[in-house]
């Protein structure tokens, strides 16, 4: 009776162990499911941001300059194009320039 008592008691547990462990892997998956969510809605909101501020950028550039971003970009483009060399040392240049601005104490 008790050799009875103990399998039935082990099968109990064991039956217990696969439902808790069930539920927690079902727990799991919908947390997952949660964050993956929250982190697509956080992904949404912040390219909805940066194309806003995007928007805003260019047109103060065209307000100020006369001419919008893709002009710009264009001429920039043609620009290293026709002068590599000197594109890479303009580009050398302000890189250090920006390093001695941005690591002022």
Not at 45 to 56: D, F, H
Not at 94 to 103: E, M, N, R, S, T
């Amino acid at each position: 009776m008790d050799e009875r008592r103990l399998e039935n008691i082990g099968d109990t547990a064991q039956r217990s162990a696969r439902r808790v462990a069930g539920d927690a892997q079902e727990m799991a998956s919908r947390a997952s499911l949660y964050a993956q969510e929250r982190a697509q809605e956080m992904a949404d909101r912040a390219n909805s941001y940066v194309q806003q501020r995007a928007r805003e950028a260019n047109t103060q550039l065209a307000r100020l300059t006369g001419r919008g971003a893709e002009s710009w970009m264009k001429d920039a483009r043609r620009f290293v194009q026709d002068h590599p060399l000197q594109a890479i040392a303009l580009t050398i240049g302000l890189g250090f320039v920006l390093g001695k601005i941005l690591a002022r104490d």
